[in-house]
């Protein structure tokens, strides 16, 4: 029958994938975002330098 034979072996194995992970993020310099878009910024009115 299928199933979990040694727990042991299971939690081992966890285990060293977690640390794999761990270490990959630890030792990565680099990291994949989504950029974000940039908006238009909002057209002002021409002052012409007054101040009212």
Known sequence: KAGVIDPVKVTRSALENAASIA??????????????????????????????
Not at 26 to 44: D, G, N
């Open 23 to 52: 270490s990959l993020l630890l030792t990565t310099e680099t990291l994949v975002v989504e950029k974000k878009e940039e908006e238009e910024p909002a057209a002002a009115g021409h002052s012409h330098g007054h101040s009212h």
